[in-house]
């Protein structure tokens, strides 16, 4: 059974930082790209970042310059570092995992084949 466990979310003033986890388990860690993906009240899920399973990553343009994705294969473990820190950032952030061969869309969340139940991170101004 695959289980992305989400941690480190909370709350935050404009500016601040954050950093949030992603435990896995129950997969074959290496072969899939893992990504976060974040949904505002009201809003759509959107992609935020993507770690691919060598050294690739890849970020939204909203949060590019601010947010650094790193992963650690050999604890199955995902972090999401969230600097400079805006009102607009707050939302439900979820981790997500993809298989390494599938070539669609990495921000289509449709093309993940797990995730994680979420973890609320709030921005004040």
């Known amino acids: 059974q695959v289980q992305l466990v989400e941690s480190g979310g909370g709350s935050a003033q404009t500016g601040g930082s954050l950093r949030l986890s992603c435990a896995a388990s129950g997969l074959i860690f290496g072969t899939y790209h893992m990504a976060w993906f974040r949904q505002a009240p009201g809003k759509e899920r959107e992609f935020v970042a993507i770690h691919w399973t060598g050294t690739v990553k890849y970020y939204s343009d909203s949060v590019k310059g601010r947010f650094a994705i790193s992963r650690d294969n050999n604890n199955n473990t995902i972090h999401l570092a969230m600097n400079s820190l805006k009102p607009e950032d707050t939302g439900v952030y979820f981790c997500?995992?993809?298989?390494?061969?599938?070539?669609?869309?990495?921000?289509?969340?449709?093309?993940?084949?797990?995730w994680g139940q979420g973890t609320q991170v709030t921005v004040s101004s």
């Open positions: 997500a995992a993809r298989k390494w061969s599938d070539n669609r869309d990495q921000s289509d969340g449709a093309s993940y084949n797990y």
